[in-house]
Antibody, heavy 119, light 110 residues
């Protein structure tokens, strides 16, 4: 059974940093492309970014609002995906989900972790 | 990249069929067969229900179907059931090597 468990969310001040983790199990993590999606309170889904498998180059792509501030990485030895978030803004407040990506869709999702950016 | 356009809400009675549209541009929906649909119940994570325009993942009811014409994709739910009441989101790959979601549609089963 595929399981994705996010952690690391919490309250942070504007301008601060936070690192989210996503622990994966039930599939071959090293072969998977992985994505982060966020959802502001009461709002819709927003794609944050994606990392390819190392076999496919391990490259990353980001949405414009987070490019240059957020970094996605992976540790295949730990079956864990990361989202390093720097220079956080109040508009980054959201539930952050990790998801597996196959072709053009996001197949399996974690339960999400809440990030609140507030002074 | 602007969000894809979905109706804010749709409704239908049990047993009826409804269709949710998702309109983009030739740089996203119209340019690629990478349109997917997600169902989200309150307080829960989204669930993939349609991939690659019209493919239904294993375990998803055949009451859900997807299609695309030009820059507009559509999700049809037939034989509406109370459990279908949820928010629905479309998503598409874009020419900017990013993904974009629709604003979401709240489905009410009357």
């Amino acid at each position: 059974e595929v399981q994705l468990v996010e952690s690391g969310g919490g309250l942070v001040k504007p301008g601060g940093s936070l690192r989210l983790s996503c622990a994966a199990s039930g599939f071959t993590f090293s072969n998977a492309w992985m994505t982060w999606v966020r959802q502001a309170p009461g709002k819709g889904l927003e794609w944050v970014g994606r990392i390819k498998s190392k076999t496919d180059g391990g490259t990353t792509d980001y949405a414009a609002p987070v490019k240059g501030r957020f970094t996605i990485s992976r540790d295949d030895s730990k079956n864990t995906l990361y989202l390093q978030m720097n220079s956080l803004k109040t508009e980054d407040t959201a539930v952050y989900y990790c998801a597996t990506q196959r072709s053009g869709s996001f197949d399996y999702w974690g339960q999400g972790t809440l990030v609140t950016v507030s002074s | 990249q602007s969000a894809l356009t979905q109706p804010a809400s749709v409704s239908g009675s049990p047993g009826q069929s409804i269709t949710i549209s998702c309109t983009g541009t030739s740089s996203d929906v119209g340019g690629y067969n990478y349109v997917s649909w997600y169902q989200q119940h309150p307080g829960k994570a989204p669930k993939l229900i349609i991939s690659d325009v019209s493919n239904r993942p294993s375990g998803v009811s055949n009451r859900f179907s997807g299609s695309k014409s030009g820059n507009t994709a559509s999700l049809t739910i037939s034989g509406l059931q109370a459990e279908d009441e949820a928010d629905y989101y479309c998503s598409s790959y874009t020419s900017s090597i990013t993904w974009v979601f629709g604003g979401g549609t709240k489905l009410t089963v009357l």
